[in-house]
C-alpha cells in the first residue's frame, strides 16, 4: 500500500531508503507479543485450551489497536485541514484519503470493538498486560511519528530552535485552577474550619484566640458569597462601555485596574474577619502534598527542568494567601526548583497570626511581577516567555508573553478579553495556520501584546506544543 504511494509520487525512494530504526522497534514489538515473547504472554504453542487462544488474540490486538486508532485519527484530522478549493491534489493526498476514508476508519472502529469484546472475560491482572501493551504501542508509534525526517521549518515543537547559549527560556504559570484542580483558598478555609476549636472548648492563654469552628464556617460562607456576588458585578461594570473594534490593551489595563481594587478588598475583608488566624504551617504542608494537581502538569515541569537542551526558568504568579501551600504541592513532585512569587501567610512560632504579606494580589500585581522578573534576567541572552493561567486576573500577563496559553473555559476570561479585542484560538488550528504561513515563507515568530492567546483544554496540549512528544 505504501509502496503506491510513493509510486504515485514518481519515486524509487522505497528501493534506496533503509528502514527507519522506529518502524523496526514497533514491528519487532507487535510480533513478539503475538508469538508469546513478551511478559506475562504465552506463545502459541503453550496455549492448551480455546481461552488462552483468545486471551493471546486479546493481547495481540491490544499492541495492535493503538496503530489502527492513531492512523484513523490523523487521517481525519488531516482530511478536515485539506483546502477543498486547492487546484492540484496535495502531495500527500492518497495518503490522507486512505486512512481518512469511511472503510478505514470502520476497520479502525472494528479493532477496537474486538479487543473490548476479547477483553470482557479477562482478570485484573490480564487487563493490566493489555493496558500495559496499549500503552508501549502507543509509546512506540509516537516515536515513529518524531523519528520521521523534515525537510520544513515546523513551529512545533515551540523550543525545537530554542539555543541554550543565547536564549533564556521563561516559563510562567498561575496555580489556582490552572495546576490545581481546586482553589487554594478553599482549601486553606477548610483547613481552619477543622482545626479551630469547638465552641465550648477552653483555648490556652498562650495560643492565638482562634474563632469556634461553627462561627468560622458561617463566616467563611459569608465571605465566599460576598466574593463571588461582587466580583461578578465587577466584570459586567469593566463591560459596560462599547465593545472595541480591535485589540485595545491599553483599555484592557484600565479595566482591570477595577479588578485589581476589589481584589485588595476582598483579601483586606478576609483579614480583618480573622478566619485565617490559627493555621499551623505543619497543617498547610501536608494539605500542600495532598493537593491534586491537573493531569500532566507535574510532568511537564518536570520534562522542563529535565532537558539539557534547556536553559529555562519557571515562575508560578499566584493570588494564594501562602505561597507555603504552593511549594509543598509541588515538592512533593519533585519540583522544588520551581520559583514561587505568591502572599504569604505571618507566622508566630509557625502558627498563623491572620495577617498577611500581600505581594501578589491582583491582575496589576501580576503583571508588574511578571515585568519585575523579565528585568532581573535580562542579559546579552534573548528572552523568551510562555505564561499559562485560567482566569481573568491572568490576562495582562497571558497578553504580554511571547505566547499566552489559556487552559480552561473561564466566562470572565473570555468576555473580558473579547470585549478588548483579543482573540481566542482554539491551539491546533492556531497551530496550523502559523505552519502553513511558514511554508509560504511568511514569518512565524512569537511576540507579546499581539491580541492573540491559545486555548487548550488539558496540559497534555500544551506538554505537545512546547516539548513535543
Not at 521563561?170 to 483558598?185: A, R
Not at 461553627?214 to 460562607?221: E, F, I, K, P
Not at 494567601?321 to 514561587?340: E, H, M, P, Q, Y
Not at 487552559?407 to 484560538?425: Q, T
Request: hydrophobic share 40%.
Amino acid at each position: 500500500m505504501h509502496d503506491s504511494f510513493v509510486q504515485e509520487w514518481g519515486s524509487d525512494m522505497v528501493k534506496d531508503c533503509r528502514l527507519n530504526s522506529a518502524t523496526v522497534k514497533y514491528t519487532d514489538f507487535l510480533l513478539a507479543t503475538a508469538s508469546g515473547k513478551v511478559e506475562g504472554v504465552k506463545g502459541p504453542g503453550k496455549l492448551a485450551t480455546p481461552f488462552e487462544k483468545t486471551k493471546l488474540a486479546a493481547y495481540t490486538l491490544g499492541a495492535m489497536t493503538p496503530c489502527m486508532k492513531l492512523y484513523a485519527f490523523i487521517g481525519s484530522e488531516l482530511q478536515a485541514l485539506l483546502d477543498s478549493n486547492e487546484s492540484s491534489r496535495h502531495l500527500y493526498q492518497k495518503w490522507v484519503d486512505n486512512y481518512a476514508c469511511e472503510s478505514f476508519q470502520a476497520s479502525a472502529l472494528q479493532t477496537e470493538d474486538l479487543l473490548d469484546k476479547l477483553s470482557v472475560s479477562l482478570t485484573g491482572e490480564e487487563l493490566d498486560i493489555i493496558e500495559k501493551l496499549y500503552h508501549q504501542a502507543m509509546k512506540l508509534e509516537i516515536e515513529f511519528f518524531c523519528a520521521q525526517p523534515l525537510n520544513q521549518q515546523t513551529v512545533v515543537p515551540l523550543l525545537t530552535e530554542h539555543k541554550p547559549a543565547d536564549n533564556l527560556c521563561l516559563i510562567f504559570s498561575d496555580f489556582d485552577l490552572t495546576c490545581t484542580v481546586v482553589d487554594s483558598s478553599a482549601i486553606l478555609a477548610e483547613i481552619a474550619i477543622v482545626t479551630a476549636p469547638k465552641s465550648d472548648q477552653i483555648q490556652a492563654e498562650n495560643q492565638i484566640v482562634r474563632m469556634p469552628s461553627a462561627d468560622l464556617r458561617n463566616t467563611w460562607g459569608v465571605l465566599s458569597r460576598q466574593y463571588t456576588e461582587e466580583h461578578e458585578q465587577c466584570i459586567e461594570r469593566i463591560l459596560l462601555p462599547d465593545k472595541a473594534e480591535r485589540f485595545n490593551y491599553e483599555g484592557l489595563h484600565k479595566a482591570l485596574e477595577q479588578l485589581s481594587v476589589f481584589e485588595k478588598g476582598a483579601n483586606s475583608r478576609v483579614i480583618e474577619s480573622g478566619v485565617l488566624k490559627g493555621l499551623n504551617l505543619e497543617d498547610i504542608k501536608r494539605a500542600g502534598e495532598r493537593l491534586i494537581l491537573q493531569d500532566g502538569c507535574t510532568d511537564f515541569f518536570q520534562s522542563i527542568i529535565k532537558n539539557a537542551n534547556l536553559n529555562s526558568n519557571i515562575h508560578v504568579l499566584s493570588y494564594c494567601w501562602c505561597s507555603d501551600l504552593i511549594r509543598s504541592a509541588f515538592s512533593s513532585g519533585g519540583l522544588n526548583v520551581l520559583n514561587v512569587h505568591a502572599n504569604e501567610f505571618v507566622y508566630d512560632n509557625s502558627v498563623s497570626t491572620g495577617e498577611i504579606v500581600k505581594k501578589v494580589e491582583s491582575p496589576i500585581d501580576k503583571v508588574q511581577a511578571f515585568r519585575d522578573i523579565l528585568t532581573n534576567h535580562r542579559s546579552e541572552k534573548k528572552d523568551f516567555t510562555v505564561y499559562i493561567g485560567d482566569s481573568v486576573g491572568d490576562l495582562l500577563c497571558l497578553l504580554e508573553a511571547d505566547v499566552g496559553i489559556v487552559l480552561g473555559s473561564s466566562s470572565s476570561l473570555r468576555r473580558v478579553g473579547s470585549h478588548f479585542g483579543v482573540s481566542f484560538i482554539p491551539l491546533f488550528p492556531g497551530l496550523v495556520k502559523k505552519q502553513k504561513e511558514c511554508v509560504e515563507g511568511s514569518s512565524s515568530s512569537w511576540k507579546g501584546l499581539s491580541g492573540i492567546l491559545y486555548t487548550v483544554s488539558s496540559w497534555a496540549e500544551i506538554h505537545a506544543f512546547i516539548l513535543g512528544s
